[in-house]
């Protein structure tokens, strides 16, 4: 570890019981700040219980989240937004029937003002508001795709997978977080597709400057290819943590997350 480097996010002893089921065992973990960082592990390891107890879903059974040196333990979806925090879902969570633009504003909604009596007579605020938020999600657009920020005014269900998938992840862009957590965004998409918006992402984090990053993932050569260090769930348990060459070295990785043939399928 870097003693120059900034934690932004901490788990200690982070507990999450459903009944006798054991979703997260006392998971210790450390997210530095601007770091790209992966969490994998098979299914039902905890990952999205992980990112649903930070983001005030499900309240935690014991232990604590420390964000930015601010205590966010059991917090609300709303107070989690405001510190900074955005994510995906692992099931696309776009509206179909409406506009790209109108699923991006989704996004900044909390940022708002939705006073009716500013909104009736304070006119030009409303639109010098919408000016710039229609401004600020074109540029986010043109980070990922130049040809879907110029299609802001179309319908969400009648564009692809993958800009679908880049709407979802401009959708908690717009809101400026430090950290954005992203749920297997991946799914349903090709290989090239995958790559593609890996690249995307990528790219934004570098223009972006003070953007950390978490990915849930179970494509080892997207986790391999961006990030900088990586955690392994088991059962709720953190298993290993390090490098993604660490990681995969790690006998009990091989066997709880691949099996008997771990190293024909990392090789």
Known sequence: MNTGVQILLSSRQATKRFGGVIALDQLNLDIFRREFFGVIGPNGSGKTTLFNTLTGIFPLTSGSFVYDGRDLTNSTPQQVCRAGIAR???RSRVCLGLSVFDNLMIGNHIFLD?????NLINRKLLYRQLEEMAERARTLLMTF???LAGRMGELVGNQPMIDRRRIEICRALISAPKLLLL?????????????????????FKRRAGDL???????????????????????????IC????AQVVANLEVQEAYLGTNAKSVLA
């Open 241 to 244: 943590e390090g490098s993604y």
């Open 114 to 118: 939705h006073g009716v009596w500013s």
């Open 88 to 90: 995906t879902f692992q």
């Open 212 to 238: 950390t990053i978490v990915l849930i993932e179970h494509e080892m050569k997207i986790i391999e290819r961006v990030t900088d260090r990586c955690a392994v769930l088991n059962f709720g348990r953190k």
């Open 145 to 147: 795709d130049p040809k």
């Open 183 to 203: 749920d297997e965004p991946s799914a349903g998409m090709t290989q090239r597709e995958m790559h593609e918006l890996m690249d995307n992402l990528v790219e």
